[in-house]
């Protein structure tokens, strides 16, 4: 008797996601990704210089209106560096959030011709970002170098915050792009609630600015987490602990009711989509 | 019972069809309904997945459908459009889950519904081989052992390192079927993706789809509404209708059944009635007999076609003459038949008779045809002129020219030999 032996059978209830059957798609996640980025900046003159310009000029904008005009404050850090420090992780968040949010429903015509984990798409969509965000990553360092900031130990600790930003991003694309095969509004919505977002996280204002009674509320953020060990690290601060655990918490269920939301939406998406 | 391969057992699959809009009647009543037009679309999205019982607009694309096969064995699926084919194939592929039953399948499964799924226009063609391979299951390691193959196979090599969108679609179609003849499962799922293409690439593909059954022992599905294809390549079929098996069993029969069912036609020969069994001499009926013995309206191209004239008669003449003629569809006459009506034959009474002819296989290409019939003197008198007669059809089972189906070929096939061949 052969060894792949397959039952197809109407499924029940909620379900996690078949990890074994992901991994043999391996290389379909590999293809996705590598696609999804030459399908970005293909016949751009810039490329992936894009990926520098965009965050770039946010940050510029950004220390102007808000450093310079509102002045803001900026815990005693130059403006540009203190917006750009959570930006990186910003712009990687809200990227993947549309692109993840989109990857169903642009490639219908996949999930109606062919069978494969649909969860490869939005780990596509997220992985792909992923070449942007090493990019921007370069400008960070000239900002360093040119503020002559020297990153403290805490840098140690960066793996780990990478990894919550990649379990929210993942967590909160699941849902989104599950629930936007079935509701195309999520896919209208997406792009001013993105927006709104920046506000919720200490991105162009310091956590200081949040009131004491408000701030465990605030931390329940993953971003804000983030953004806020990121900053610790890079300037040489204690890690800021409280600011991240709730986040961190708050990161994994979002991850976990991801993989069970999928899962269970899945078996409709042939057919509405 | 070990090389059961798949196995469905009372299969059944549900859709949703659009319920038709509440259509308001007065201003206010739209005013209404555009507000409350969020709320009742949010039901109605919400609703596209689940279901109640005995509701309207459920339509159930397949009733429970049962079968088994083999491995090795190439079936065919023949059907109507909307007969539950392609949803069969779905399930089948894990494309869309059955609402109720089940299917037990041993071994690497591979659908292909469609050619290229993947493709994207501003990647080059080889590294749209590597998307569309691994989406239909490939590994890397895999697509990089048969890379030359495919490239070799699609004929495109010139272009392999421009984007797909400088491609042609029948470059695309080339390059997307290379890809999946390259696949090598336990169970190749093929729906109607032949139909595109050209004449020598279908033709390629449909040897390596025969190849791929024959030689590898791989266990073949395909639908197909290209009756001679199935024919060609399918031992046994499946007849689909309504959603459920019509019947299952060899391709020919299966075949057979089917046309004769999807005639429209309901008389299956002509009969004498009332006054025109009080002519002198008459045609009392006008039948077309296939290979079984029973009356039929649809043959197959590789099959005998017997044309049985009863006949009734007051007294023996020696010059009288039934003639039958053959018209096409367009109303071209092909042949016509003139025999004395009387020959040695051995009369049933003194008042009837009947005459066989009988027409050889492979004669008539695929089509409609109708006779038209008369006992007459000829020049002289014409007793009973029968027109239109038995409107019946040839189907393409598997000829020579099976790969040109759909295409005028003529009306008849060719008899000829080649008596001399320069080189």
Known sequence: ?273 | MSDTIIKVENLSKRYRIGLQEKKADTFAQQMVNVLKYPIDNFRKIQNLGKFQDNEEGVHWALKDVSFEVKQGEVLGIIGKNGAGKSTLLKILSKITEPTSGRIEMNGRVAALLEVGTGFHPELTGRENIYMNGTILGMTKKEIDRKLEEIIDFSGVEKYVDTPVKFYSSGMRVRLGFSVAAHLEPEILIIDEVLAVGDFEFQKKCLGKIEDVSKNQGRTVLFVSHQLGTINQLCNSAIWMNNGQIEQLGKTRKIIKEYISSISDIKSEQFEATGIELEKQYHIKKFALINTEGKASLNFGTNEHIKIKVDFGFSNRKNNIEIAIALFDYNENRIFTIHEPLFRNNTLLDKKQGSIVFELPPNYLTPGSYHFVATIHIPHLESFHLIEKVCVFSIVETGSNFSDYEGINIGVVFPQYRIIDDYV
């Not at chain 1, 808000?66 to 712009?91: C, Q, R, T």
């Not at chain 1, 977002?197 to 956590?207: C, I, M, N």
Request: hydrophobic share 55%; with cysteine; proline share 5%.
């Open chain 1, 1 to 273: 008797m052969l060894a792949n032996k397959t039952v197809i059978e109407p499924s029940k209830g909620w379900k996690f996601i078949d990890f074994h059957e992901l991994w043999k798609y391996k290389d379909l996640l590999y293809f996705l990704t590598v696609r999804g980025i030459k399908a970005r900046y293909a016949q751009s003159v810039l490329g992936v210089g894009w990926a520098i310009i965009q965050p770039l000029f946010t940050t510029l904008v950004f220390t102007v209106v808000f450093g310079g005009l509102a002045k803001v404050d900026s815990d005693g850090m130059p403006y540009i560096l203190f917006s750009y420090l959570a930006l990186w992780p910003w712009n990687y968040f809200s990227g993947t959030l549309s692109e993840s949010a989109n990857s169903l429903v642009a490639n219908a015509g996949m999930i109606t011709k062919v069978y494969f984990p649909r969860l490869i798409l939005p780990l596509a969509a997220i992985f792909s970002k992923l070449l942007d965000f090493m990019i921007s990553f370069v400008i960070l360092l000239v900002l360093l170098i040119y503020f002559k900031v020297v990153p403290g130990l805490g840098i140690v600790f960066l793996p780990l915050l990478l990894i919550q930003l990649l379990l929210c991003s993942l967590g909160i694309g699941m849902v989104l792009s599950a629930m936007a095969v079935q509701y195309r509004d999520v896919k209208y919505a997406l792009g001013f609630i993105v927006q709104l977002l920046l506000y919720t996280a200490p991105v162009v204002y310091s956590t200081t600015a949040v009131p004491e009674e408000w701030q465990f509320v605030y931390s329940l953020n993953p971003m804000v987490g983030v953004i806020e060990g990121i900053r610790a690290m890079f300037l040489d601060r204690p890690m800021p602990w409280e600011w991240i655990w709730p986040g961190a918490i708050v990161g994994f269920i979002l991850f976990v009711f991801g993989l069970f939301y999928f899962r269970r939406m899945e078996k409709v998406f042939a057919d509405v989509a």
